[in-house]
């Protein structure tokens, strides 16, 4: 009898169930109304409906947009009280195909730095769709420039200890502001309501300095600041510098960090030619060429051998925004600059969320970096290498069929009850019906024992949790990209299946009511398990119906009012009774 109860109760939640608990759940966010009147009611009634809802709430109804007269859709402002009552208010209703609340639907990823909109480079490289993976939280980023300064707009972002190579000392300032504009984009402080965006904004920028003021720096001092950047833990280096001439000192360092795993990043150069400068040309460094922001070549651009990646570099018709330390009055200033040296900061910041992903090679990063560029049809000099820098792609392409345990822990904080912000943004308040409808079943049961003694056992049990509340707590659980129906199913109780196909919020009448626990125990009743879990029904079903009157009646053909609570409560009795009916005839003490 245990193991067809188990298959009954799979059966059922199979077959109906539900993908939440619709007239519970927490509601969303909502200040405004929507009247979506009938095509067929005349303007003339229209128009007498929306002056006794403006008598009577003091608010003035307005079609949604000028091309919202023909669907006759009015919105007004108005919360859960004023939704209620013109639910309740059979004119409206009459005239209404629905009303709802005019939910408020947000963008996803959009940083609430003022002047991100300005920032055509980020747009351009799809990063917002790679934010909602990453933003390098783990990642260390050297930038070997000309330092980095502290101005406002990098005050949130981490950084670790850097070294200045050209005077020799732990603090590596910028004299120019072009480092400080490299880190900028590569880690920003992002959603802090001042300035501009970064990348990877959580990673940890690591300043060196290798180029004086006047911009000129020696291979010696870049590749010691290579060495250096690797054997404080850097995971990525960033080198917006360039020039003629290869050298060996600067390969074995270049050597020594890629046998360290750390990716190196490089500017192509400025000067037009059919070549990048080194160190981009180093087959272990991603060369970078810089694009216009219509996605062309920008005119300086280096290109052809070398090239790796193309990325935002700008050019005269905009530039790359980011705040410096004006070397001139030395106060902070938003500056747009543009050049290879703007273009790599791009992929460095990217190749930082992809090793955020758990992508640790410099090889692996670089072929993420490639397969998921956007690629050019016809590029015969190669001004583009592999194609256009795609941030969400890449962290897509990182990410493709990965279980890590980072991910694991993420699915527990963003899933379910687990996720602390169930318990503070409302979700406690849809969980304590369901607890009520539990607690009162079984408070029920414990009732009618003292005047029809019978015995606990498994049965009955079962019958009153799938009919008051279901396994409810299976719908706060998701196991990534596995099928979750069998979770929300199971987690329904029974007056909750009737609305699961459709996904209406009100209560199917058929389930919510005395009809089916009274034919459970029709087809059951002749064996004595059968009549323990049809009895543990009635008394769910009973819980679930008098809590629903009270916390959200919604009810097919009868609305959220009083005749919805009338008929919730008078099948919630007649459940007891029939309980009451099946135990004329005391059920056995069960062993």
């Known amino acids: 009898m245990r193991k067809f109860l188990i298959l009954f109760l799979f059966c059922v939640g199979l077959g109906f169930g539900l993908w939440r608990s619709p007239s519970l759940a927490t509601q969303g ?37 000028e091309f919202s007269a023909a669907d006759q859709i009015y919105v007004i402002e108005g919360k859960r009280e004023m939704l209620q009552w013109l639910r309740q208010s059979d004119p409206i209703k009459k005239a209404t195909e629905y009303i709802e609340p005019n939910y408020i639907y947000r963008a996803y990823g959009v940083p609430n730095d003022p002047d991100y909109p300005k920032q055509w480079n980020l747009r351009s490289i799809n990063v917002e769709a790679a934010w909602s993976e990453t933003q390098g939280e783990g990642i260390t ?19 670790v200890g850097g070294y200045d190579f050209v005077g020799d000392r732990p603090e590596a300032l910028d004299d120019v502001g072009h480092g400080t504009h490299v880190a900028g984009t ?28 006047n911009g000129g720096g020696t291979v010696a001092d870049i590749a010691e600041g290579i060495h250096f950047a690797t054997d404080q833990g850097a995971d990525v280096i960033n080198l917006s510098l360039g020039g003629a001439g290869a050298s060996q000192l600067m390969q074995e360092a270049i050597d020594y960090a890629y046998r360290k795993d750390v990716v190196i990043i490089a500017a192509a150069g400025n000067a037009n030619k059919n070549a990048a400068a080194y160190p981009a040309r180093y087959p272990k460094v991603i060369g970078v060429a810089a694009t216009d922001a219509a996605g062309k070549k920008a005119p300086y651009s280096n290109y052809g051998a070398g090239i790796d990646l193309a990325a935002p570099g700008g050019s005269e018709a905009g530039g790359i925004l980011q705040e410096i330390l004006n070397p001139k009055t030395g106060k902070p200033e938003f500056i747009d600059y543009k050049g290879t040296s703007m273009a790599a900061p791009h992929v460095a910041g990217v190749a930082a969320m992809v090793k955020a992903t758990g992508v640790t090679e410099p090889a692996e990063v670089l072929q993420v970096l490639t397969q998921s560029a956007q690629k050019v049809t016809e590029d015969p000099l190669n001004h583009y290498g592999a194609g256009y820098l795609n941030a969400g792609q890449a962290v897509a392409e990182a990410l493709k ?65 799938f009919g008051s509340s279901g396994l409810f707590f299976l719908k706060g659980i998701y196991i990534f990209d596995l099928p979750q129906a069998p979770f929300r199913l199971l987690g329904s109780s029974l007056p909750e299946l009737g609305n699961a196909i459709n996904g209406n919020p009100a209560l199917n009448p058929l389930f919510a009511s005395v009809l089916i626990p009274f034919g459970v125990l029709l087809l059951f009743a002749g064996t004595e398990g059968g009549k323990r879990f049809g009895v543990g029904l009635c008394l769910g079903v009973a819980s679930c119906l008098w809590v629903s009157a009270i916390a959200g009646p919604m009810v097919w053909g009868l609305g959220s009012g009083i005749l919805a609570q009338a008929f919730l409560g008078i099948n919630g009795l007649l459940c007891v009774a029939l309980a009451k009916l099946m135990l004329t005839e005391p059920l056995k003490t069960s062993n």
Do not use: H
């Not at 969980?431 to 005047?451: C, D, E, Q, T, W």
């Open 141 to 159: 980023v050297a930038v070997i420039d000309t330092g980095v300064s502290p101005v406002p707009d990098l005050e949130q972002t981490a950084f």
């Open 401 to 465: 069929g990965k279980i890590t345990v980072k991910d694991f822990f993420r699915w527990l904080r963003d899933n379910g009850y687990l996720n602390p912000r169930f318990w503070i943004d409302g979700g406690t308040v849809a969980l304590l019906p369901k607890l009520a409808m539990v607690l009162g079943s079984y408070l029920l049961a414990f009732f009618l024992r003292n005047y029809l003694p019978f015995g606990w056992s498994l049965p009955l049990s079962s019958g009153l949790v």
């Open 186 to 213: 590569i880690a920003q402080s992002t959603n802090n309501n001042y300035g501009v965006a970064g990348i990877a904004y959580k990673a940890k920028i690591m300043p060196i300095k290798v180029l004086a003021a």
């Open 29 to 65: 966010e909502y200040d405004s109304l929507i009247l979506d009147f009938r095509e067929t009611v005349e303007t003339s009634v229209v128009e007498q409906q929306l002056k006794a809802i403006a008598q009577q709430f003091n608010v003035i109804p307005r079609l949604n947009s």
